[in-house]
Structures are given as C-alpha cells and as structure tokens.
Nanobody, 122 residues
Framework: VQLVESGGGLVQAGGSLRLSCAASGRTFGNYHMGWFRQVPGKEREFVAAISWSGTTYYADSVKGRFTISNDNAKNTVYLQMNSLKPEDTSVYYC?????????????????WGQGTQVTVSS
C-alpha cells in the first residue's frame, strides 16, 4: 500500500486548507484511515480517522474545525481544515489502512505517507 498526501501549504490564521491522501495497492473490506501530525521534538499525535463506512473520530483539539471524509471509489481520504490556528502548524501524515486496533494509536497503522507541511501564520 502506498499513501500520497497533497494539499499542504501556508495559510493565515482563520483560513482553510484541504489535505488529500490517495491510497494505491491492495485495500479491501472495512478499514480505517487516519491523519496524524507532528512538530519537531514532539510525538506524532492523532488528528482524525474515518472508517470505510464513514464513521469519524477526532482529536478534541480539532473537533468542530476539521472534517475528515472519504471517497472509496477513488481510494482517497480528505481532511478539510477550517478556522486554522498557528498551533495547527505541523507536518500532517496520512496513515492506514487498518482493520483492527485503536484508530487513536500510532502502533495500529502499518502504512504512512511522506507527510505534507501545513504552516499557519498569525
């Protein structure tokens, strides 16, 4: 499985960005995909996840501002980020697919994208 992210960039506080993650390779059944983020010197943290059927999960820090969605026909997951804050600045990583385990846990995910930088200026 290969995961390729796109859509990062520089945006002012209060602005929006949409990240995409295209998955290629063998995926089947009911699986989950996730987004994580990491700043230098800190642990990678959970942002959001979505099941194949559309059930969503969010970190408290992004709830109400970020929306995760999927297009199963395109094997693509999106992260719509609104009302961005400077503290959202990070490298964002797509991860998955997973078929079991906690969607909140790094160790559940076997495949990762290369990451895309999101910078929010104040």
């Amino acid at each position: 499985v290969q995961l390729v992210e796109s859509g990062g960039g520089l945006v002012q506080a209060g602005g929006s960005l949409r990240l995409s993650c295209a998955a290629s390779g063998r995926t089947f059944g009911n699986y989950h995909m996730g987004w994580f983020r990491q700043v230098p010197g800190k642990e990678r943290e959970f942002v959001a996840a979505i099941s194949w059927s559309g059930t969503t999960y969010y970190a408290d820090s992004v709830k109400g501002r970020f929306t995760i969605s999927n297009d199963n026909a395109k094997n693509t997951v999106y992260l719509q980020m609104n009302s961005l804050k400077p503290e959202d600045t990070s490298v964002y990583y797509c991860a998955g697919p997973i078929y079991g385990g906690s969607v909140y846990s790094l160790s559940s995910y076997g495949y990762w994208g290369q990451g895309t930088q999101v910078t929010v200026s104040s």
